[in-house]
């Protein structure tokens, strides 16, 4: 999530391709970080919601890279969108 907000920071469209459901990773499911101890959703929260509001990222969730082809500057990249059963434009997370 950080090197997509420094890039779309930068003025860079961004694809955030994550396999699971949800951005956050296994770091979202942890109660402390190591060494510190502080609270993982402390520590991740800004982030998630920042990458969830900025113009220039768009979160592919549930996908996966398939494919990448070409030279640095003039990438193509197939991206495999797993099916879901919800409407990705109604749902409200639960909040109706």
Do not use: H, Q, R
């Given at each position: 999530m950080q090197a997509s907000l420094?890039?779309?920071?930068a003025g860079y469209k961004v694809y955030l391709v994550e396999r699971g459901p949800a951005i956050?990773?296994?770091m979202a499911q942890l109660d402390k970080t190591f060494p510190t101890n502080d609270c993982a959703m402390c520590t991740l929260a800004p982030r998630m919601v920042e990458c969830g509001n900025h113009l220039n990222?768009?979160?592919l969730t549930?996908?996966?890279?398939e494919d990448i082809?070409?030279?640095?500057g003039a990438f193509t990249v197939r991206v495999r969108k797993k099916d879901r059963s919800?409407?990705?434009?109604?749902?409200t997370g639960c909040g109706t």
């Open positions: 420094d890039l779309a920071n956050g990773g296994v990222i768009e979160k549930y996908s996966e890279v082809t070409g030279e640095p919800v409407d990705e434009s109604k749902c």
